[in-house]
């Protein structure tokens, strides 16, 4: 496995091994053992998601404010654009965001620890995106950040809207409030 710390050091990109041949490829999308010899890092994971989302879908920026949620995301099938916002308020990096493009062909994952707010959005027709928690969901617990928030300054891609002014957004999305009114860590 190949990992990349992105300009937020403590959020990696990883690059697992794939197999292929004429019939098509195999990979250990996770093995805890490689995982922490490539990472340093030995996350225990208590929860997988999988979503499906249509392009311009963007989900996020979410994250729990007890219970905080390390993530392992991975694309499956589509492309989509991760982000991963620092809400630690005692980190150097503190309101900084990093992204990277994940596709169901690059087999690219993103590790983003605890402390930080994710979402990310669909720029292919349609995108089925699985990652591992390391804590359970806890909807008393869940905040939201506003994707667009001028602080943050985000670089969406406008590829990914589709044919709408602006990204496909739940209720919850679309309240959020902006960064400097957000509970930080």
Do not use: C
């Amino acid at each position: 496995m190949d990992v990349i710390p992105l300009a937020i050091p403590d959020v990696l990109l990883l690059t697992p091994r794939v197999h292929g041949d004429e019939r098509g490829y195999f990979m250990e999308s996770f093995n805890q053992r490689d995982f922490a010899a490539a990472t340093g890092l030995a996350p225990t994971f208590v929860q997988d998601n999988h979503s499906r989302s249509a392009r311009g879908v963007l989900r996020g920026l979410h994250y729990q404010v007890k219970q905080p949620q390390g993530k392992l995301v991975r694309v499956v099938a589509g492309e989509i654009l991760d982000v991963a916002v620092d809400v630690r308020r005692r980190s150097p990096t503190y309101g900084r965001w990093v992204s990277a493009r994940l596709s169901g062909d690059s087999h690219r994952q993103l590790w983003i620890p605890e402390g930080f707010a994710h979402g990310f959005l669909v720029l292919s027709d349609v995108a089925e995106v699985l990652y591992k928690t390391t804590d359970y969901y806890a909807p008393e617990h869940e905040r939201a950040i506003r994707w667009d928030d001028p602080q943050l300054a985000i670089d969406w891609p406008r590829e990914g809207w589709g044919d709408g002014p602006g990204p496909h957004l739940s209720a919850k999305d679309r309240a959020a409030p902006g960064f400097l009114a957000s509970e930080g860590l």
